[in-house]
């Protein structure tokens, strides 16, 4: 459990009750689509293009989140029928899944099933569970990221930090068939992505590189971020989060301490820069001045959930970095405007790129979950992931 002031209690049930009354005109106008971003304030839509992007289930999720603190039946309504639409990419559409199947089936199908016991949400979860259990290389002990591209690099090898997201569908897997096998796969990963993403200061690489018949490290990538040794911030968000995941579903202290040592690292990171505003990597270059919101949000959500179980004593030092982040993002990044869709703005999916500083629907599913653990002060009501 955690504990806000009156003053935080105050300011945060209102900036839900501001959300809510966009969010429900948003529900309506995008019942019909998957959306990523958005262009001149209205959603795209990757039900007609990308039905297996790896983002795809975030919609229906942040919906359930509507539904779960409002209960308005709209929000259920638009996360079901989200649902329907993005289980084609478990059917048809396989060929083009990664290993993101925690991001698309665990927050969608996987709350719908733990909150109404649906049992085609219990089957959509099951399917992607074992999708994704099948891209583990027994003898590397990882989860495989990405599928080969026709002409591209070989990357049977390639982990990725973000992978740690993925694992709690793992987890429930297990407790599904009352089987451990699911969760070793997922300890396997964990570990691995310990051992060889995390640097000494905390810091995260975004890609390494295994041998696929060994295990053993080859290298890793700057990815998403700056450049080969920099600080991709999202990526940083996934290590802190995924960790405190796989300790809340094993009991696992080593996870606790790594989402710990990692979460310390990105609060130093925040407390240099004099607006908290989150960077899009914690060590580019100081101009061009480039921020990910939707890296601010999970960090800020992921901090929340660390300061729900440490002690007494240390829950300031993580839910104070995750209130001001929260607060500093909604002054300056967050469009309350009920005529458009995008809620939080200033996303950017990697650095070396010219499409930056735009709404991402992750942004918004995390910024929403953050504030609903805020409000709710982390009582274990329900666990989105
Ligand atoms: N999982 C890919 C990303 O964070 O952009």
Same mark, same amino acid.
């Given at each position: 459990?955690?504990?806000?002031?009156?003053?935080?209690?105050?300011?945060?049930?209102?900036?839900?009750?501001?959300?809510?009354?966009?969010?429900?005109?948003?529900?309506?106008?995008?019942?019909?689509?998957?959306?990523?971003?958005?262009?001149?304030?209205?959603?795209?839509?990757?039900?007609?293009?990308?039905?297996?992007?790896?983002?795809?289930?975030?919609?229906?999720?942040?919906?359930?989140?509507?539904?779960?603190?409002?209960?308005?039946?709209?929000?259920?309504?638009?996360?079901?029928?989200?649902?329907?639409?993005?289980?084609?990419?478990?059917?048809?559409?396989?060929?083009?899944?990664?290993?993101?199947?925690?991001?698309?089936?665990?927050?969608?199908?996987?709350?719908? +099933?733990?909150? #109404? $016991?649906?049992?085609?949400?219990?089957?959509? /979860?099951?399917?992607? !569970?074992?999708?994704?259990? &099948?891209?583990?290389?027994?003898?590397?002990?990882?989860?495989?990221?990405?599928?080969?591209?026709?002409?591209?690099?070989?990357?049977?090898?390639?982990?990725?930090?973000?992978?740690?997201?993925?694992?709690?569908?793992?987890?429930?897997?297990?407790?599904?068939?009352?089987?451990?096998?699911?969760?070793?796969?997922?300890?396997?990963?964990?570990?691995?992505?310990?051992?060889?993403?995390?640097?000494?200061?905390?810091?995260?690489?975004?890609?390494?590189?295994?041998?696929?018949?060994?295990?053993?490290?080859?290298?890793?990538?700057?990815?998403?971020?700056?450049?080969?040794?920099?600080?991709?911030?999202?990526?940083?968000?996934?290590?802190?989060?995924?960790?405190?995941?796989? +300790?809340?579903? #094993? $009991?696992?202290?080593?996870?606790?301490?790594? /989402?710990?040592?990692? !979460?310390?690292?990105?609060? &130093?990171?925040?407390?240099?820069?004099?607006?908290?505003?989150?960077?899009?990597?914690?060590?580019?270059?100081?101009?061009?001045?480039?921020?990910?919101?939707?890296?601010?949000?999970?960090?800020?959500?992921?901090?929340?959930?660390?300061?729900?179980?440490?002690?007494?004593?240390?829950?300031?030092?993580?839910?104070?970095?995750?209130?001001?982040?929260?607060?500093?993002?909604?002054?300056?990044?967050?469009?309350?405007?009920?005529?458009?869709?995008?809620?939080?703005?200033?996303?950017?999916?990697?650095?070396?790129?010219?499409?930056?500083?735009?709404?991402?629907?992750?942004?918004?599913?995390?910024?929403?979950?953050?504030?609903?653990?805020?409000?709710?002060?982390?009582?274990?009501?329900?666990?989105?992931?």
């Amino acid at each position: 459990m955690i504990k806000l002031s009156p003053e935080d209690k105050k300011y945060f049930e209102g900036l839900f009750e501001k959300i809510d009354k966009k969010m429900k005109k948003v529900a309506v106008r995008s019942y019909n689509k998957i959306p990523y971003t958005a262009v001149n304030g209205v959603h795209d839509d990757k039900n007609l293009v990308d039905i297996e992007w790896w983002t795809n289930g975030f919609w229906p999720g942040m919906m359930w989140i509507m539904y779960v603190q409002t209960g308005d039946e709209q929000y259920k309504k638009t996360a079901t029928h989200g649902e329907d639409m993005i289980r084609k990419a478990l059917h048809t559409n396989i060929t083009g899944v990664g290993h993101d199947l925690g991001f698309m089936y665990d927050i969608s199908a996987g709350v719908h +099933y733990r909150l #109404t $016991g649906t049992r085609q949400a219990k089957a959509d /979860a099951m399917l992607a !569970a074992n999708v994704l259990a &099948g891209r583990f290389n027994i003898k590397g002990g990882f989860i495989r990221a990405w599928n080969y591209r026709e002409g591209g690099t070989d990357n049977s090898g390639w982990a990725i930090i973000d992978c740690l997201m993925n694992l709690p569908l793992l987890y429930r897997m297990s407790d599904f068939v009352h089987d451990e096998r699911y969760t070793y796969i997922a300890k396997a990963h964990a570990d691995k992505t310990m051992e060889n993403h995390i640097r000494p200061d905390g810091s995260s690489k975004h890609i390494v590189s295994y041998d696929t018949k060994t295990g053993e490290l080859i290298e890793d990538f700057g990815g998403q971020g700056y450049q080969l040794g920099s600080s991709w911030s999202r990526g940083q968000s996934w290590a802190i989060y995924g960790f405190v995941l796989s +300790y809340i579903h #094993t $009991g696992d202290i080593k996870y606790l301490e790594t /989402a710990k040592k990692v !979460a310390k690292y990105v609060i &130093g990171c925040l407390e240099e820069e004099k607006d908290y505003l989150p960077l899009c990597d914690f060590r580019q270059p100081k101009e061009p001045v480039i921020y990910d919101s939707t890296a601010g949000a999970c960090i800020a959500s992921g901090l929340i959930e660390i300061a729900s179980i440490v002690d007494e004593g240390e829950k300031a030092f993580y839910l104070e970095p995750a209130i001001k982040l929260i607060k500093a993002m909604t002054n300056k990044f967050v469009d309350f405007s009920e005529d458009t869709d995008p809620l939080l703005l200033y996303g950017t999916e990697r650095y070396n790129t010219n499409k930056y500083h735009i709404p991402i629907i992750y942004g918004d599913y995390y910024y929403i979950e953050a504030i609903y653990k805020l409000i709710h002060e982390k009582r274990d009501d329900i666990l989105f992931w």
